[in-house]
């Protein structure tokens, strides 16, 4: 794993790339590669690139270059497939130097262009520069595990990075709010297409290429999933079965490393059934690692421990205070380059510097919701639409609004309301209410009490659903389930997995995702709806694969996620952050947001009604907007690691036989 970056100016352009700017952009990535760091220069393009050695450890220096030097790569990910795909480049004259994936990938390229990324099994963003064509070819993999922005001047020139900040420390960008992205930030916890928080920055899509020659850009889709259900209708035992060979058959292509590997164990179905597998590959007990809170409803340990034992593990917890966590966001917004979506991925970063202690990879169970149909909120939007639709037909329409305003007249904090106001009973069946603004943080509705006027004018954007609209409909099934899931799989789950990128790499660890390898993806896409949602039983075959390997609790449980108890903290002991990030003349006064629902906000959820996930919104942005916008002190990577090395001091670490 690794952090990789460049820059491509245009020929006349009068000016070369700077060493001193590549070598800055390259070390501002040296948390994702502390092994070892390189560039290459050919005078109008640079490439960067820092490394964290897993493979070929001896002999996978970067940029590499093909024989003759005409081909030169900077490369982050792994390719589990190299070794097979060798044999034939060999036969037809290649030569390798090494052992590691990236030369193979360099072969493929001289082979086949920019469609070299078909033949590639696994997590990749890379940077090829050719010579001869005086092109540069950028790829990112089929579900995005690894991460690639870019930059594109007006006079054409391109600079890229695993990482926004080194696209910053460039001067290739100002750190600037692209407001048409709020919307759709406001909505969805972060921004769902190519375009992010900052102006001028775009993201390279999963499963696309972009080529750059001489300042033009020319982007391609690669790869695609369908969902479009074969003729041929196998068995539920056939399904299972095959589905059980490519699961294992992913693992085990995930265990490819020269150094120490372990797992990520949460005591849920996903990486209980990694461990599970794992168990029957390796010789020496898996190391695991778990991480929890102390407050009883957000502490999963119990299963974790109950799957460790099961399989004999080196298990190993962490337990993370609250203090812990508020001091850690404001460096972890740093890492993350963007507000952090999810309250999660500050417990993911605690783990990960525990599991850095004993491993330099670690598996994790990710993707596995989006593929399976794992969250309740598919199963209630399937629920909803189709009883909603009846009712609407049916009941008259005075009598629906009798109805819904029974319901909102309830108690604000009352379980009932919350649950009933969500329903058909007081949403209309459309797909925008039911399921978008029912699972949003600001719904449209909110977000027009959000956003100042004069935010909302800057915003020529404002539609916070269109990216996951327009995927539903370009969608080859005709079934809703599957497109919920073909949605999400491309802007929901991309978050995910930039989360589990970057804390871990903010660790200086790699994670791995069996879930998410393409054969598998595609499997699971032509899969009948009944084998991932049957009734109320989510991740049917899953379950059904893992039965009697996995103890019944872990087959059983009730989905928890990961559970972070910001919303009491925020209320009690931490409401000293809303007053700092949310409340504060500083937030107020930048023009975004209209101040008096702000407060409002704020005062509902300390009266008891939940706004949790709205208020740790509004908390990261103005984080973000302090770090990025505004300027202030950053503390490097490696000066952020330092001052956390007092935190691991209260890490508790067990073993369990």
Known sequence: MCGICGIAIPEGFNKDVDAATLVRMRDSLTHRGPDDGGVYIDRVVGLGHRRLSIVDLAGGHQPMSNEDGSVWITYNGEVYNHRDLRPSLEERGHVYQTNCDTETIIHLYEEHGPRAVDQLRGMFAFAIWDQTRRRLVLARDRLGIKPLYYTLSDDGVICFASEIKALIEARAVRAELNYDALADYAANRSTSGEETLFRGVKRLLPGHT???????????????????????????????????????????????????????????????????????????????????????????????????????????????????????????????????????SIPLYFVSKLASEHVKVVLTGEGADELLAGYGKYRKTVFNLALGRRYHDVVPASMRRAVERAILKLNGSSRIRRKLSRTFLCLSPEIEDIYFDNFSVFSRAMQQRLFTAEARDRMTERDPYRAPLSLIEESDSEDLLDQLLAADLKTYLHELLMKQDQMSMAASIESRVPFLDHKLVEFAAHLPINMKLRGLTTKYILRKSMAGRLPKEILTRRKMGFPVPVGSWLRGQFSHVVDEYVLNSRALERGIFNAGFVRELVARHRAGENHSERLWALINFEIWQRRFLDGEALLRSNEFIRCARTETDKFVTTSVA
């Open 210 to 344: 972009l080529v750059w020659t001489d300042g033009r850009i020319e982007i391609e889709r690669y790869w695609d999933v369908s969902f479009a259900k074969p003729s041929e209708r196998l068995t539920d035992d056939q399904y299972v079965d095959e589905f059980s060979e490519l699961f294992r058959e992913s693992v085990k292509l995930r265990l490819m490393a020269d150094v120490p590997l372990g797992m990520f164990l949460s005591g849920g179905i996903d990486s209980s059934a990694i461990v599970a597998v794992m168990s029957e590959m390796v010789a020496e007990p898996i190391k695991t690692f778990s991480v929890a809170f102390e407050e009883r409803e957000a502490n999963e340990l119990n299963y974790a421990r109950m799957v460790a034992r099961a399989f004999g593990t080196d298990h190993h917890e962490v337990i993370v205070s609250p203090q812990q966590f508020f001091d850690a966001l404001p460096s972890l917004v740093y890492q993350e380059d963007e507000p952090i979506a999810h309250s999660s």
